[in-house]
T-cell receptor
């Protein structure tokens, strides 16, 4: 399968714990995006990478959120000191242009 | 924050009927895209229409764009049970070739009854 993959698909954690999600984009795509989607809403843009450079991170929800793409391939999204309000679906997408983004299946986070 | 606002929020039709969904947005755009999301899964890109285009077709999909009214519509003809999904419009307010930031609406939940 050459689509965008995300791991894990589901994560249940206790409030205050740190979590890290991984995204593997389509191999030839140099652009990578993270979104958050809550129930009944559309995806909300969080951050964007072009190759290994994080070109936009002002939309990350708080300083507890951080993302990396160390070698311009896979990316990780970390949430520190999770709160119940962080419960959501976290989506990753990749693209080779600004025309069309290819989304992964998402990681569903539940904070108890 | 969400720029696009889809209407209706939910739509239920019989298989074979046409489904029309509308999207309104607030600021000038470079392009507008429609995505489909099956329950609990990632989004799939359906079609893109640029700000200088008024209508675009792809298979059973027809998209229109009225920049003066800041609105778009998605028509799915001859619907099938497999079209059951949520449909989102996403706007790109960047310039030139586009930008990295898509702003999604809340979506229309379409149910096609066999």
């Amino acid at each position: 399968d050459t689509g965008v993959s995300q791991d894990p698909r589901h994560k249940i954690t206790k409030r205050g714990q740190n979590v890290t999600f991984r995204c593997d984009p389509i191999s030839e795509h140099n652009r990578l995006y993270w979104y958050r989607q809550t129930l009944g809403q559309g995806p909300e843009f969080l951050t964007y990478f072009q190759n290994e450079a994080q070109l936009e991170k002002s939309r990350l929800l708080s300083d507890r959120f951080s993302a990396e793409r160390p070698k311009g391939s896979f990316s990780t999204l970390e949430i520190q000191r999770t709160e119940q309000g962080d419960s959501a679906m976290y989506l990753c997408a990749s693209s080779s242009s600004f025309v069309e983004q290819y989304f992964g299946p998402g990681t569903r986070l539940t904070v108890t | 924050s969400q720029q696009g606002e889809e209407d209706p929020q939910a739509l239920s039709i019989q298989e074979g009927e046409n489904a029309t969904m509308n999207c309104s947005y607030k600021t000038s755009i470079n392009n507008l895209q429609w995505y489909r999301q099956n329950s609990g899964r990632g989004l799939v890109h359906l079609i893109l229409i640029r700000s200088n285009e008024r209508e675009k077709h792809s298979g059973r999909l027809r998209v229109t764009l009225d920049t003066s009214k800041k609105s778009s519509s998605l028509l799915i003809t001859a619907s099938r049970a497999a079209d059951t999904a949520s449909y989102f419009c996403a706007t790109d307010a960047g310039s030139g070739a586009g930008s990295y930031q898509l702003t999604f609406g809340k979506g229309t939940k379409l149910s096609v009854i066999p």
